[in-house]
């Protein structure tokens, strides 16, 4: 795109400069100059032309490539995963806490009585399950029913613990997406005319953005790959996640007759999917629509109006 910017320029130059000598010299003088001056003008002016129309090909080309590279770039960490969990976040992260914390404790107690074995979190936790999961419906009159609660729980943290490392594991994959294509699109936007505008809708919109979330990514998967290696501490990457989805997915509810519908939005890649069309837009001038994002994912609860609670 730049060679054929300068090339434009160029020619455009020597046609403006050789238009000057001509006439400075003047028609009447019998001067070899003058004729040598309307050549060049000749060739100027003609190499200008077509040097003018190829660089609109490549003005095109060069922003369908950038476009291109961005919507790909996209696709990739539009794949990260959102954190789906049955109980309240704040409570499992802290019974997390709590159980990493319980076995640093008796790893590394120096005294019998300073194991401490705490349980505040996990009974907070199993009396949000008693009060929002029938637990006891589920066992009949010669069941221990501490027993079960406590095999639940331990089933629950398992398949917590499951869910997170899926969510980092897709977070770690989105930190390796390849930006040299981006890069290179992005340079690549060089143009004689509204370059600054186009550069910077593109950069402040859509490139600039997508670099950040990737490079977020790579200082968040730190933590992930040590826990990987069995080095991480598990709690610490959990609230990384949790906060990582917070600000990447973004949850709604609307009611229908009687339903409570709960959708999951991916907010800043729908923004950045809504600059990228009307960059599109652009470059084929064409009227702009907002896209109209879509859910991810989504829930269906029953609510009982007799009981006015979920």
């Given at each position: 795109m730049k060679a054929k910017k300068w090339l434009t320029i160029i020619t455009l130059i020597i046609s403006l400069i050789s238009l000057l000598i001509a006439l400075l010299i003047g028609k009447n003088s019998n001067c070899i100059y003058y004729d040598v001056s309307k050549a060049l003008l000749g060739s100027a002016v003609l190499g200008f032309i077509m040097s003018l129309t190829e660089y609109y090909v490549e003005r095109q080309k060069a922003m369908e490539e950038f476009w291109i590279q961005a919507t790909q770039v996209l696709k990739e960490l539009r794949k990260i995963k959102h954190i789906d969990l049955d109980a309240p976040l704040n409570l499992i992260i802290e019974a997390l806490g709590e159980e990493r914390s319980n076995e640093l404790n008796q790893m590394f107690a120096m005294l019998p009585e300073n194991k401490i074995i705490h349980h505040e979190a996990?009974?907070?936790?199993?009396?949000?399950?008693?009060?929002?999961?029938?637990?006891?419906?589920?066992?009949?009159?010669?069941?221990?029913?501490?027993?079960?609660?406590?095999?639940?729980?331990?089933?629950?943290?398992?398949?917590?613990?499951?869910?997170?490392?899926?969510?980092?594991?897709?977070?770690?994959?989105?930190?390796?997406?390849?930006?040299?294509?981006?890069?290179?699109?992005?340079?690549?936007?060089?143009?004689?005319?509204?370059?600054?505008?186009?550069?910077?809708?593109?950069?402040?919109?859509?490139?600039?953005?997508?670099?950040?979330?990737?490079?977020?990514?790579?200082?968040?998967?730190?933590?992930?790959?040590?826990?990987?290696?069995?080095?991480?501490?598990?709690?610490?990457?959990?609230?990384?996640?949790?906060?990582?989805?917070?600000?990447?997915?973004?949850?709604?509810?609307?009611?229908?007759?009687?339903?409570?519908?709960?959708?999951?939005?991916?907010?800043?890649?729908?923004?950045?999917?809504?600059?990228?069309?009307?960059?599109?837009?652009?470059?084929?001038?064409?009227?702009?629509?907002?896209?109209?994002?879509?859910?991810?994912?989504?829930?269906i609860i029953y609510f009982d109006k007799n009981k006015g609670e979920y």
């Amino acid at each position: 795109m730049k060679a054929k910017k300068w090339l434009t320029i160029i020619t455009l130059i020597i046609s403006l400069i050789s238009l000057l000598i001509a006439l400075l010299i003047g028609k009447n003088s019998n001067c070899i100059y003058y004729d040598v001056s309307k050549a060049l003008l000749g060739s100027a002016v003609l190499g200008f032309i077509m040097s003018l129309t190829e660089y609109y090909v490549e003005r095109q080309k060069a922003m369908e490539e950038f476009w291109i590279q961005a919507t790909q770039v996209l696709k990739e960490l539009r794949k990260i995963k959102h954190i789906d969990l049955d109980a309240p976040l704040n409570l499992i992260i802290e019974a997390l806490g709590e159980e990493r914390s319980n076995e640093l404790n008796q790893m590394f107690a120096m005294l019998p009585e300073n194991k401490i074995i705490h349980h505040e979190a996990k009974t907070k936790l199993i009396s949000w399950y008693e009060e929002n999961i029938p637990l006891p419906r589920l066992f009949d009159e010669y069941t221990d029913i501490d027993n079960k609660i406590e095999e639940f729980y331990k089933a629950q943290m398992d398949s917590y613990k499951q869910s997170f490392m899926h969510c980092m594991e897709s977070y770690q994959i989105a930190s390796t997406v390849a930006l040299g294509s981006l890069n290179n699109a992005y340079d690549n936007l060089d143009f004689i005319f509204a370059n600054k505008c186009i550069r910077d809708a593109a950069n402040n919109s859509i490139y600039d953005k997508l670099k950040k979330i990737v490079s977020q990514y790579k200082e968040e998967s730190k933590d992930f790959y040590l826990l990987k290696n069995r080095k991480g501490n598990f709690p610490v990457c959990a609230i990384k996640v949790s906060n990582l989805d917070k600000e990447y997915f973004l949850s709604k509810e609307e009611t229908v007759h009687g339903y409570t519908n709960t959708l999951v939005y991916q907010n800043i890649f729908d923004n950045i999917g809504a600059s990228l069309e009307k960059f599109r837009c652009r470059i084929y001038r064409t009227k702009y629509e907002a896209p109209k994002a879509e859910p991810i994912s989504g829930k269906i609860i029953y609510f009982d109006k007799n009981k006015g609670e979920y």
